[in-house]
Nanobody
Framework: QVRLVESGGGIVQPGGSLRLSCVGS????????MKWFRQVPGKERELVAS????????KYGDFVKDRFTISRDNTKDELYLQMNSLKPEDTAVYYC???????WGQGTQVTVSS
């Protein structure tokens, strides 16, 4: 079955960096676009970034403003989100998603706090 496992979350000070990873299995990873979402309790899940199957096209939510970079390594079936210049408002649970499906990982908590 499809499985997505995120990692890399944690607690970081404002201005710091984190790199999230998502390992996919149970599907042909290199044929699907992938997305990162995030969610704060009481709010809707919002799209952070997306990447097409071969990594050639990426898109970001307006709030990212060149701070985050989505990438993938299809040889490892892994998706990444490099997050720099983190702000307290980036605090959320981050999820990876197979584009166009209801397959989600369990999420990884990112907390930005001094």
């Amino acid at each position: 079955q499809v499985r997505l496992v995120e990692s890399g979350g944690g607690i970081v000070q404002p201005g710091g960096s984190l790199r999230l990873s998502c390992v996919g299995s149970g599907f042909v990873f290199n044929t699907f676009g992938m997305k990162w979402f995030r969610q704060v309790p009481g709010k809707e899940r919002e799209l952070v970034a997306s990447i097409v199957h071969d990594g050639s096209i990426t898109k970001y939510g307006d709030f990212v403003k060149d701070r985050f970079t989505i990438s993938r390594d299809n040889t490892k079936d892994e998706l990444y989100l490099q997050m720099n210049s983190l702000k307290p408002e980036d605090t959320a649970v981050y999820y990876c998603n197979v584009w166009g499906t209801q397959y989600w990982g369990q999420g990884t908590q990112v907390t930005v706090s001094s």
